[in-house]
């Protein structure tokens, strides 16, 4: 049997809850999946406790997580909470396969939806209200995201679009943010190939930053920021890595980190649940071609971040750009770049690589026939 297509995938969304009340949701990519909807674990419930605390000096806020520190860490493969539930290993997926998995994480940063007190001052504290979840990219825990084929990049982007969807009509969340951690160097505590989805109680500080530039340059030109700065790279070409119909993927101009390239659709949408099914197809195809080539620049492992940016909830004007930005710690064979004292403490970048030479050595990548 040939793998779907990534143009091909339909996919059937079963939701149920855990033992202890969390939301599950599998995303299959045939109709005539049958999932364990009954979680046989003594599950006690799940009382997070965090908050949100206001920095005036920088005016971003800061989330306040204390009861994460138990949470679990570096688990032995038969014991790994992700993988599907077997006799001896009830996880937190009780079915013994799935394609595709979302649930509620045990150990949110963020959870609830209780009313909001104003509050204000030097010293504002709110409820850290809000939701995290899990996505599982595949019940097999020796895979890598870069192994899978399109048609399961393709089933975890309508995941991440209906979770887009649903995390952002819950009340209090203000910004839903998909995102992976790959390579224990990242500090990633599960090896299992997964990612998260955060609904934010806040707007994030630099989605803030790139709202408050795209406005500035709104009034100063009457144009879209995004839009102009995705026009100038495609003009240029110097930093293109690898493009299609839908999507353009470039090394930024002031790129921070020695490996980084952003992705960009074509069209200005505002985030994923935005794009339509041709978008999605095309996304799956470019995000693996970049990652691919990413994994190809060094002879070693590549420990990175992908970070889907999307427009907060309530913006108030339509010129934020949905884009996916993915970058690597690693600089060199061995080597991984470290935040240090400038980015650190200052916020302050220094970048070992010119980005012009980054994405010529990304572009040159031999890609196996992938
Ligand atoms: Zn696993």
């Known amino acids: 049997m040939t793998a779907p297509r990534a143009d091909d995938v339909r996919v059937t969304r079963t939701a149920t809850r855990m033992a202890d009340g969390r ?9 005539d999946a049958r999932r364990v909807l009954q979680d046989p674990r003594d599950l006690p419930p799940v009382i997070p406790a965090s908050h949100v ?15 994460r520190q138990t949470r679990t860490y570096h688990p032995p493969a038969n014991a790994c909470p992700l993988c599907p539930s077997t006799p001896t290993n009830q996880s937190e997926i009780p079915s013994p396969d799935y394609d595709v998995v979302v649930f509620e994480n045990r150990f949110p ?23 995290c979840e899990v996505v599982c ?28 969807a649903a995390l952002s009509a819950q009340p209090g969340v203000e910004q839903v943010f998909c995102f ?8 990633v505590t599960l090896t299992h190939p997964h990612g998260q989805i955060y609904g934010y109680p806040f707007v994030t500080p630099k989605s803030a930053a790139a709202i408050r530039s795209a ?45 980084e390239v952003h992705l960009y659709p074509r069209r200005h949408v505002r985030d994923l649940a935005a794009l339509d099914n041709a978008e999605r197809a095309a996304l799956a195809e470019l995000y693996l071609d970049a990652v691919r080539r990413m994994e190809g620049m060094f002879d070693d492992s590549l420990p990175a971040i992908t970070g889907v940016h999307q427009a907060p909830v309530h913006a108030v004007d339509d010129d934020f750009w949905l884009h996916i930005e993915v970058f690597s710690i690693r ?18 970048f220094v970048n070992d690589i010119t980005p012009e030479v980054a994405a010529r050595r990304l572009r040159e990548v031999e890609m196996g026939g992938q």
Do not use: C
């Not at 209780?114 to 209200?129: K, Q, T, V, Y």
């Not at 992976?180 to 500090?187: A, F, K």
């Not at 060199?332 to 302050?348: F, N, P, Q, R, T």
């Open 180 to 187: 992976e951690n790959r390579g224990v160097e990242i500090g």
């Open 331 to 348: 600089r060199a064979v061995g080597k991984l770049k470290y935040l240090a004292g400038s980015e650190s403490a200052m916020g302050a």
């Open 215 to 259: 406005q500035a340059y709104r009034a100063a030109t009457g144009a879209n920021l995004f839009g102009d700065v995705l026009a100038g790279e495609l003009a240029d070409g110097a930093r293109i890595v690898t493009k299609n119909d839908h999507w353009v993927a470039f090394v930024p101009f002031a790129a921070r980190w020695p490996v």
């Open 109 to 131: 940063s963020f959870a609830g939806t209780g009313e909001i007190a104003a509050g204000g001052g030097l010293f504002d504290s709110r409820p850290g209200n809000g939701r």
């Open 23 to 31: 939301e599950i949701i599998y995303f299959d990519e045939t109709a």
């Open 137 to 164: 990219f595949t019940s097999d825990h020796r895979a890598t995201l870069s192994s899978l084929p399109a048609a399961r990049v393709r089933t975890v982007i309508e995941a991440w679009a209906d979770r887009t």
């Open 53 to 67: 605390r206001y920095d005036v000096l920088l005016s971003e806020w800061v989330g306040i997580a204390g009861h």
